[in-house]
């Protein structure tokens, strides 16, 4: 495993940072586990949210279970694997199965068309992964009811079929036990962004047909590396993510772009965007943008040479190195690592909307199947992206977060016998992301994506706790079959459209400009947004 700087002002804000931590011990410190390092306030916590460091060790006692199961469900042909879970519960299965390219079907939405796909998609082959560290994460809860109520209605016993990840003693535990369901419980000493070599991360990935030894194997490897003050990748990487933030380039821009690892960046980013983004700090990882060169901009690349910071290693390795970097780079920011004290607030709007939905608001603009909800003097669509790109302070970034069906571009009418180019255009003129890029090329400050409700799990921290320096654009779309979620007052649709709301109220509560742009019509209004986006 190996970081290597590749720009000299880097190079000289990590020398100096990793020397002052070496200086106090820390890296041999922390690789031990010490939890006073992050400050008397954030002790208890660390206390309860090292574990991470023991995995490579401590998760080979799943293997011989997890041997079985994978067994079973392949004897008994269970090839669809599909993985209810948020945030840390399921970023690091689907960069592991991207990676060995195996199939696993990822299930951290509440759009109700993304969640029909998959119950139509061969049900009866189907094996469901439940994971939910705390047990009660309100999307998870309801995949679970969701399923279990599919497999009773194809006459098949859903005790055969869940498999519960989760902590001991949580909520989801107590009725996995009282289902009869197969039980997995984790390490309750490790947060879920850093959970990656966890149940949380080898179990989906595993059932799915990764080779998960070779990813405990690897992060053993670089383990002893992590307590030395020469020679540590973890110091090396910790000490350019903070000393590059302090000394104001604290957008992370994350390249990945054709290595073997798929997909790292996204897992990534929950994990910076969580652990360093609070008290008006944090480093703001950026996924999928090409670099604009902005002098508050830090590049780090995977396995090439495309950025300020190279990072090579195999994937167990990465996730150790990361986790441990980041957890130094909280250090440097003098923030606690291990909590996430702003996702709540969100969640808890959500609660409140689907408890009494608040008084119907009137969008201030309607431009063909785009409705406009927020403070906009624009006269048309393309005049509201303007006023938001122009909202972005000179050290802010944009952010848009689309609560929609992340793989409804698939769906796009495509000419006949298209070729790898007609096919690769007509998805980017359906997908939502194409706004990103678009919207990217007409600012010079970073634009982020995220889909909902998924990001506010990850960069959602951020955006709330973060500096105060974001601008918001949410998409949500009309719900044409919604899904009931059994034993619940509220549907998937209901639930989708109260997570937006519920975080715009926050947003707007902290005084940060958040508009949000309604589609009637989910397919013409996205090609009506774009459209609109290129005329900004
Ligand atoms: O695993 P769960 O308890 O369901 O949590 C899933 C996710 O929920 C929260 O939003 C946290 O901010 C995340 O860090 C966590 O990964």
């Known amino acids: 495993m190996e970081v290597t700087y590749r720009e000299e002002g880097v190079a000289e804000a990590a020398a100096s940072v990793a020397g002052r931590l070496s200086d106090d011990g820390v890296p041999a410190r922390l690789a031990a586990g010490d939890p006073a390092l992050w400050g008397a306030g954030a002790e208890a916590e660390a206390a309860i ?18 041997g079985k199961l994978v067994e079973r469900a392949r004897a008994e042909g269970l090839d669809h694997v599909v993985l209810s879970g948020m945030g840390g519960s399921s970023l690091a299965p689907e960069v592991i199965c ?30 469901v992964v439940v994971s939910s560290k705390s047990g009660s994460t309100v999307e998870t809860d309801s995949h679970r009811r969701i399923y279990e109520q599919a497999f009773r209605s194809a006459g098949i016993d859903p005790a055969e079929r869940i498999v519960v990840v989760t902590d001991p003693g949580s909520p989801l535990e ?28 080898l179990v989906p990935s595993a059932l799915a047909g990764a080779e998960i030894e070779q990813l405990l194997d690897d992060a053993a490897e670089v383990l002893p590396s992590l307590a030395l003050k020469e020679g540590n990748p973890g110091l090396a990487l910790g000490a350019a993510l903070g000393g590059a933030a302090l000394a104001g380039r604290d957008k992370l821009i994350l390249e990945d772009q054709l290595t073997e690892i798929n997909g790292l960046p996204d897992w990534i980013e929950q994990l910076v965007a969580e652990s360093t983004g609070k008290q008006g700090r944090g480093i703001l990882p950026v996924v999928a943008a090409e670099p604009t ?9 995977i396995e090439s040479d495309d950025g300020d910071v190279r990072v090579d290693g195999p994937l167990g390795a990465q996730f150790m190195v990361w986790e441990y970097a980041t957890a130094l780079a909280g250090l440097v920011l003098g923030v606690n690592p291990f909590d996430q004290p702003d996702v709540a607030e969100s969640k808890d709007n959500t609660t409140r ?7 119907a ?10 409705e406009v909800y927020g403070e906009s003097r624009a006269g048309d669509l393309s005049g509201v992206l303007t006023e938001l790109l122009k909202a972005v302070p000179s050290d802010g970034y944009l952010a848009v977060m689309a609560y929609l069906d992340r793989l409804a571009a698939f769906d796009a009418p495509m000419p006949e016998d298209p070729d790898f180019e007609q096919m690769t255009e007509a998805w980017m003129a359906a997908d939502a992301q194409t706004l990103r890029a678009l919207l990217a090329m007409r600012t010079p400050r970073p634009v982020t994506f995220g889909w909902g409700p998924r990001f506010l799990h990850s960069t959602g921290q951020y955006h709330k706790g ?7 654009l949410q998409i949500t779309g009309a719900v044409t079959a919604d899904v009931e979620v059994p034993g619940r007052p509220y549907t998937l649709g209901g639930l989708q459209l109260a997570q937006a709301l519920g975080d715009r109220r926050a947003l707007i509560g902290r005084g940060r400009p958040a508009v949000r742009l309604h589609l009637t019509d989910r397919a013409a209004g996205i090609a009506h947004l774009l459209a609109a986006a290129q005329e900004v």
């Open 49 to 66: 949210r090292l574990g991470w460091l023991n995995l490579p060790r401590t998760s080979r006692e799943l293997l011989p279970e997890l």
């Open 98 to 127: 991207n990676t060995a390219d195996v199939a696993l079907t990822v299930l951290d939405t509440t759009d109700p068309d993304q969640v029909r796909r998959a119950l139509d998609d061969r049900l009866d082959r189907t094996i």
């Open 174 to 201: 107590q009725a996995a036990v009282e289902a009869g369901y197969t039980i997995f419980l984790a390490d309750p000493n490790v947060g879920g962004r850093y959970s990656a070599l966890s149940a949380f991360g």
């Open 293 to 301: 060169g902005a002098r508050d901009e830090l590049v780090v690349a």
């Open 353 to 359: 909307v689907l408890d009494g939905p608040p008084a």
């Open 361 to 370: 608001e009137e969008p201030v603009l309607v431009d063909g199947p785009v």
């Open 466 to 472: 973060g500096p105060s320096n974001g601008v918001f």
